[in-house]
């Protein structure tokens, strides 16, 4: 395994994100319309199913009779109801589609009608979950990069598909990964400590709901503002 330095985990995803987008970029160019709507489908479709996956095997547990029995409710709605109110009053998503605006100005692409869409979604799709904080904290505290990497592979592969149909500015979500894993590794010695089994499992919970969304969004259009859920994951991992 390549011995890095606090972050390096960080910097290969963002690389990862870099390389996927650009191969997508170029590959979607080639590509009709019909095909690039295709492929975003696919990628909907796909991440709908993880997402929903994922959440249903944090939801249910099997008890020893055989029977199904339906777990953490009451912190679900409670971290997504909470989380939602915190962030609609601070404008998480407003403040992510200005700053998508300011990257689009900043980079020549006024005239991409896409690229805020394709860089707010792909930089939720690629930020939210357990992978993104744990690895973070791994990074720093163990030198441990293998969830990152594994992240790294994973986020290459969607973003590229991302790329292709939505646009150069799902690219742009590397800057995202790189502030925020970059921020969850610098104070790693914080969190480590509230990074119990319990805070993991819920935020893995609430994570996957939010992943899923996303995944109605690239299908159906930006009907829930996912960044203004963001906060639930907070609520989720400090649930007791």
């Not at 690219?171 to 509230?194: K, R």
């Not at 969004?217 to 930006?222: I, K, P, V, Y």
Request: neutral net charge; charged residues 15%; hydrophobic residues 50%.
């Amino acid at each position: 395994m390549i011995e890095g330095f606090a972050g390096f985990g960080t910097l290969v995803n963002v690389a990862g994100i870099i390389l996927g987008g650009v191969i997508g970029l170029h590959g979607g160019r080639l590509l009709t319309k019909k095909i690039q709507d295709t492929l975003l489908m696919s990628c909907a479709v796909a991440v709908i199913f993880i997402g929903a996956g994922s959440t249903f095997s944090k939801m249910f547990k099997i008890n020893a009779d055989g029977s199904l029995e339906m777990v953490g409710t009451m912190m679900m709605i409670a971290s997504l109801t909470l989380g939602g109110l915190i962030g609609e009053i601070i404008d998480i998503d407003g403040h992510m589609e200005r700053f998508g605006e300011w990257l689009k100005k900043k980079s020549g692409n006024d005239n991409d009608s896409r690229f805020v869409d394709g860089f707010v979604t792909a930089s939720l799709t690629v930020c939210i979950g357990a992978m993104a904080i744990i690895g973070a904290i791994e990074d720093r505290l163990l030198g441990n990069y293998t969830i990152l990497y594994v992240k790294s592979t994973l986020d290459a592969i969607i973003i590229l598909v991302m790329t292709a149909s939505m646009g150069k500015g799902c690219i742009f979500s590397a800057i995202s990964v790189g502030i925020f894993q970059g921020a969850i590794t610098f104070f790693a010695g914080f969190l480590q400590p509230l990074m119990t089994e319990i805070a993991l499992n819920n935020l893995s919970y609430v994570g996957n709901i939010l992943i899923f969304c996303i995944g109605i969004n690239l299908m159906f259009g930006s009907k829930i503002k996912v960044a203004n859920l963001l906060p639930s994951l907070i609520i989720a991992s400090l649930w007791i």
